[in-house]
T-cell receptor, first 117, second 113 residues
């Protein structure tokens, strides 16, 4: 199947700093990428939808100025957590799809564990 | 609000037994459903999917059943193995231009040797 990678896999940062997480589709061009957040023992919550070359669409309650998303190419999207605080500590997961149909499979990355001290 | 939910948060089965994980959804407009497996510390892994015009689909050791009348989805795993231990999520795609997935709350499947 298609491969989606994330970097870094784990990051620990101090409160107030910014952290950038990369999501890459390795063997296909992604028309759309999604960013999710997952707290321990909870489900995945969609944060935003990202299309190459256009502004991301954020879900209700997600601060777009805090979670900056850049989708510069068909294989790369980045999520920057700005001025991170301990409550931002979470597991961040991206996914990507190659097509535009509702039945196109979403391929997920391995996730990035963010810990804010 | 509308949501996808699961009946059982934890399911414990003996190795070799069959497992059934259930999911209820509330949006009758959803046209595509997917089951994902997530192991600890990893991203979700696609297991099987089903479109709304079907009521059953089989894969290798897995079967998904869709009952649109009662808005119910189930994942059956045959001859459950220790490697099947994970959290299982159902997700629905409500179609439209966004292709957003709405995830259920998840079921932890624990396989006892």
């Amino acid at each position: 199947g298609a491969v989606v990678s994330q970097h870094p896999s784990r990051v620990i940062c101090k409160s107030g700093t910014s952290v950038k997480i990369e999501c890459r589709s390795l063997d296909f061009q992604a028309t759309t990428m999604f960013w999710y957040r997952q707290f321990p023992k909870q489900s995945l919550m969609l944060m935003a939808t990202s299309n190459e070359g256009s502004k991301a669409t954020y879900e209700q309650g997600v601060e777009k100025d805090k979670f900056l998303i850049n989708h510069a190419s068909l294989t790369l999207s980045t999520l920057t957590v700005t001025s991170a605080h301990p409550e931002d500590s979470s597991f961040y997961i991206c996914s990507a799809i190659a097509g535009i149909s509702s039945t196109d499979t979403q391929y997920f990355g391995p996730g990035t564990r963010l810990t804010v001290l | 609000g509308e949501s996808v939910g699961l009946h059982l948060p934890t399911l414990s089965v003996q190795e070799g037994d069959n497992s059934i994980i259930n999911c209820a959804y509330s949006n009758s407009a959803s046209d595509y459903f997917i089951w994902y497996k997530q192991e600890s510390g990893k991203g979700p892994q696609f297991i099987i999917d089903i479109r709304s015009n079907m009521d059953k689909r089989q894969g290798q050791r897995v079967t998904v059943l869709l009952n649109k009348t009662v808005k119910h989805l189930s994942l059956q795993i045959a001859a459950t193995q220790p490697g099947d231990s994970a959290v299982y999520f159902c997700a629905e795609n409500r179609g439209g231009a966004t292709n957003k997935l709405i995830f259920g709350t998840g079921t932890l499947l624990a396989v006892q040797p």
